[in-house]
């Protein structure tokens, strides 16, 4: 059988993944529950559109690298334009039977699994500046899907060789530990883990390949081409990938000195502030089983505090002291104007560039992942505490002053905190300053791990004082100090 075509070769994929955290893949527009609400298929069950899996990938591989096989359109010249070699399909949600939700299906959204999903949790978000309030417009919440949920994808690349290396650059990319999805990929959310992957490399020209792919269905749902000994499973060759020789990993391995809190927003009948708490899908083989109550560290929350510190560090080992500026230079060297934190957690830019320069003007993505940290462990335990403001002159309780909060005890239970640095673009956006702003981020994590600085709410009443190791790529960086 002769086929005249330049392609001659496919290499097509297929993926199951799941997310290791919340993922939040926005609508653009806000709704009257929330500010940004998560996007949902047909059947009403979030989904990751196509193209935003092929544009993380791209930015992942590199411009310059992807548009040969990306597309790539010249406006100048529409000769030069080249289309896309490489197809991508929605990610379409695995239910709780373990089917892939292709197409319009029956939803129970009564049932014990379904419900869930009716209404996904929502997180609240305040922007704290450097004095430790509220920014303006800095209250925000969006909407986000459950920590477990699994989505099928596949990919096809077309291809004039029987061993493409671009489609491995593709495969590789989705396992690579530093890729996220979604929103909020700096503060969070967005990590995913390859459950299963399988590929088959077809030769379009030899008639038992032909004709499997012309049978094979377009629909998620149909498993049997997938069931052929064409496909080979492929997983656990990369399953092994470490982080890429651009990134570098920071772990902090800590236990709770004493009471800690996260604080959900919200009282309960036993106290007015209580920790936040999140509910995770966790599988047995193909069956998916929602658990609830585990507790939740959110990474805004330690990004915030390490945030506010690195200023610090930056501005000491700077030699930027508040005895030697002037009260309107002060600005200059605070929150996001702060040049360390801008390079490692980004800034929106200015609205007004009246009084800014354009190289600080302009808005920045952050360097630094974080991923939210979503245990449970039966050896944390909670507590009620009471509390009461004292009338200074009378020595009573001032009217409408007590409240009681439910605080943690971790125990002997172990956080494990992983951050990502993307040290490569670090130092090409802080014009040969890099030195003092990763020592100024080691700085801060360190005093994490010694105790010196504490993570979530009530750190002035004495909570969150945490204590233990520091390490970068598996290299001791600081010992726990008891």
Not at 320 to 330: L, M, N, Q, S
Not at 409 to 430: H, P, V
Request: aromatic residues 10%.
């Amino acid at each position: 059988m002769d086929i005249i075509t330049k392609y001659k070769y496919l290499n097509i994929a297929r993926f199951v993944i799941e997310t290791t955290t919340p993922i939040a893949i926005g609508t653009g527009d806000k709704d009257f529950i929330t500010d940004s609400p998560v996007l949902k298929d047909i059947n009403g069950l979030p989904y990751i559109p196509g193209t935003s899996l092929a544009g993380v990938v791209r930015h992942a591989i590199g411009e310059e690298d992807a548009k040969l096989f990306f597309g790539y359109n010249d406006r100048s010249n529409s000769k030069n334009s080249i289309g896309s070699e490489i197809i991508f399909t929605n990610a379409i949600m695995i239910g709780e039977n373990g089917d892939v939700l292709d197409g319009l299906q029956e939803v129970d959204f009564k049932g014990e699994f379904y419900e869930h999903f009716k209404t996904l949790p929502i997180r609240q978000h305040n922007r704290i500046n450097h004095k430790g309030v509220v920014e303006n417009a800095g209250k925000f919440d969006e909407q986000i899907v459950y920590k477990g949920t699994r989505f099928c994808f596949e990919i096809e690349k077309v291809s004039d060789r029987a061993k493409d290396e671009n489609f491995e650059k593709v495969i590789a990319k989705l396992f690579s530990k530093e890729l996220r999805i979604g929103s909020g990929t700096r503060s969070g959310f967005g990590e995913i883990e390859v459950k299963s992957y399988k590929a088959a490399y077809l030769d379009l020209t030899n008639e038992e390949h032909l004709k499997a792919y012309l049978n094979k269905s377009s629909s998620l749902i149909d498993q049997d081409f997938w069931n052929t000994n064409i496909v080979k499973e492929e997983t656990e060759k990369y399953n092994s990938l470490s982080v890429g020789d651009d990134w570098v990993e920071y772990k902090l391995i800590l236990k709770a000195d004493d009471f800690f809190l996260f604080g959900s927003g919200f009282g309960n009948d036993d106290a007015d502030m209580t920790p936040v708490r999140e509910s995770i899908i966790e599988w047995n083989g193909n069956i998916p089983r929602f658990k609830h109550n585990y507790i939740l560290l959110p990474a805004t929350s330690v990004k915030g505090t390490i945030s506010h510190r690195v200023a610090f560090h930056y501005n000491k080992l700077s030699g930027v002291f508040a005895d030697k500026i002037t009260e309107e230079k002060y600005t200059e060297h605070v929150g996001s104007n702060n040049k360390a934190v801008r390079a490692l957690f980004g800034s929106e830019g200015e609205k007004d560039n009246s009084n800014t320069k354009d190289t600080d003007n302009k808005q920045q993505r952050g360097n630094v992942l974080f991923s939210d940290l979503i245990i449970q462990s039966d050896s944390i335990k909670k507590k009620i505490l009471n509390h009461v403001a004292i009338d200074r002159f009378t020595g009573g309780a001032i009217d409408g002053a007590l409240f009681q909060e439910e605080v943690l005890y971790g125990g002997d239970t172990i956080f494990e905190m992983k951050m990502l640095l993307d040290k490569a673009s670090c130092e090409t956006t802080t014009d040969n300053d890099s030195e003092n702003i990763i020592k100024a981020f080691e700085n801060a994590l360190t005093d994490i791990s010694i105790g010196m600085l504490p993570l979530g709410g009530g750190v002035n009443r004495g909570h969150g004082s945490f204590n233990g190791e520091l390490y970068m790529n598996g290299k001791l960086l600081n010992e726990k100090t008891q």
